[in-house]
């Protein structure tokens, strides 16, 4: 097998399944010791670490990660809903760590120095031969009148898995029956498309076995429901019509105290009201001027996810920009497909081997009650024209059923597994 061929074995593979060790073949290649540091231990960032470091053990890998654990956004709306706790969705670093030798360092990065090669925490330099970003989102409330440093203590937008999850979850529990519950919803792109609508369906099916009188209104600044909105609809339709109101092009545009929403059209005065805030490229990305003046997310080339302002750089997961990519949904399941891709591309360029046509796959799932899922999957390639991922096929299910939650439960647990074990 050639080093082509090898490599094409890997990473379909790698893509698509489970990776197998390349230790021995890869220690041949590697003659000096690279160093490749990582920013952010979420989704894209774990995947990418892991896949360098099955790709050729002999790479130093370095993470750098402010929070200590790992607390998934998948399966949080289940925490809302009731039907997990987030200890269920709570994991330790350790077993990534030591399985495959890869340093953690828990500490907030500020600045990196394109020049030197290096990115600083307020402690610590570090050098790299090729940096890697995968730092999420920013939530911007910036539109939203009114807003104060201490207003999502009332009005939490849980849309990072940790104390504000676990705040909704509570102040959902704990609303009186005939209480009001809002929703509101940003204009897309944001991270997660049908997200919001899942947190609606799991609310709306705790409300009806506990808080039967109470109501859940859904503000949702697009014109319609961004994903699988039939399914969701029908669902709603058919089990919570006394429950669910859904108001298209009702973006709050305010807030008052004591739980008022503004919108264009309204004040709706809420008992438990969760804002998701429109959203943007994280603030580390842009304060170290890897996104262009004016623009929301991150220029990448699609191939790699290579930056296309530094050199030596490269961008994935939900920071990086859909006019560049091409229209992947800002998904987990996606920024761990970039990981992958992103994590054969560095390897290759330190290993001096050509590069690959990257292929990406991605499957949401979204529970419509405690008992039902729905879900939508789709296939991407490489696109050498527009240079873009496009879509090659793609499906959703045909109706809500019982095996698609059971189905995202295991989606879950492997996922969780692929990244942190
Ligand atoms: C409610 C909800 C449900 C979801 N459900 C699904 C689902 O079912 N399926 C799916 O595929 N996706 C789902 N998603 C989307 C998924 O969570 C994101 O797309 C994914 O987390 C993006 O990965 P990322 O690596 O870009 O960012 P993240 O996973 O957010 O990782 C970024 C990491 O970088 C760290 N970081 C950032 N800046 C710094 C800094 N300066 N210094 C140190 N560390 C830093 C952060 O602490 C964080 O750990 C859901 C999201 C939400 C909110």
Redesign the pocket.
């Known amino acids: 097998m050639n080093r082509r061929e090898l490599i094409r074995h890997f990473f379909n593979i790698s893509i698509l399944g489970s990776i197998t060790s390349l230790t021995s073949i890869s220690n041949s290649y590697a003659n000096n010791v690279s160093k490749v540091v990582i920013?952010?231990?979420?989704?894209?960032?774990l995947s990418a670490a892991k896949t360098i470091k099955k790709l050729n053990p002999s790479i130093s890998v370095t993470v750098?990660?402010?929070?200590k654990d790992f607390q998934s956004?998948?399966v949080?709306?289940w925490v809302i809903g009731d039907l997990k706790s987030m200890d269920d969705i709570t994991f330790s670093y350790d077993s990534l760590k030591n399985n495959y030798s890869i340093e953690f360092l828990h500490e907030?990065?500020e600045k990196i120095n394109f020049n030197k090669k290096n990115i600083s925490t307020e402690d610590n330099i570090i050098e790299y031969d090729k940096l890697i970003l995968?730092?999420?989102i920013e939530l911007d409330y910036s539109n939203i009148e009114n807003w104060t440093n201490d207003s999502n203590i009332v009005f939490p937008a849980a849309?990072?898995a940790g104390k504000e999850t676990e705040l909704l979850a509570k102040q959902v529990k704990n609303i009186n029956d005939g209480g009001v519950v809002c929703i509101s919803i940003p204009l897309s792109p944001y991270?997660?498309p049908p997200?919001p609508y899942e947190?609606a369906s799991l609310i709306a099916s705790y409300l009806s076995k506990y808080k039967k009188r109470s109501k859940l209104i859904i503000l949702d600044a697009n014109e319609k429901i961004v994903s699988k909105g039939k399914l969701f609809m029908d669902f709603w339709k058919t089990n919570y019509s006394n429950i669910i109101e859904y108001r298209a092009n009702s973006g709050v545009v305010g807030v008052d105290n004591d739980r008022v929403l503004i919108t264009d059209f309204d004040d709706i005065k809420c008992d438990v009201a969760n804002i998701i805030p429109k959203q943007r490229v994280?603030k580390?990305l842009k304060d170290n001027n890897l996104v262009e003046d004016g623009k929301n997310w991150a220029p990448v080339n699609a191939f790699d996810f290579s930056s296309t302002i530094q050199k030596d750089v490269f961008i994935i997961?939900?920071?990086t920009s859909q006019s560049d990519v091409g229209r992947v949904p800002?998904?987990?399941?996606i920024?761990n497909s970039m990981g992958k891709v992103c994590g054969l591309a560095v390897v290759s360029e330190l290993m001096d081997m050509e590069k690959l046509t990257p292929s990406m796959i991605n499957t949401?799932?979204s529970l419509v009650s405690d008992k039902e899922g729905i879900s939508v999957s789709a296939v991407y390639t490489y696109d050498t024209n527009s240079k873009k991922i496009i879509p090659t096929s793609s499906g959703l299910s045909p109706k809500s059923s019982k095996i698609i939650k059971k189905n995202a439960w295991d989606w879950a647990q492997n996922i969780w597994e692929d990244m942190l074990l």
Do not use: H, M, T, V
Request: glycine share 22%; charged share 20%; hydrophobic share 20%.
């Open positions: 920013l952010g231990a979420g989704w894209g960032g750098i990660e402010q929070n956004c998948p949080s709306n907030k990065a995968s730092p999420g849309w990072k991270r997660c997200g947190r994280s580390f997961g939900d920071s800002k998904s987990g399941y920024a949401c799932y």
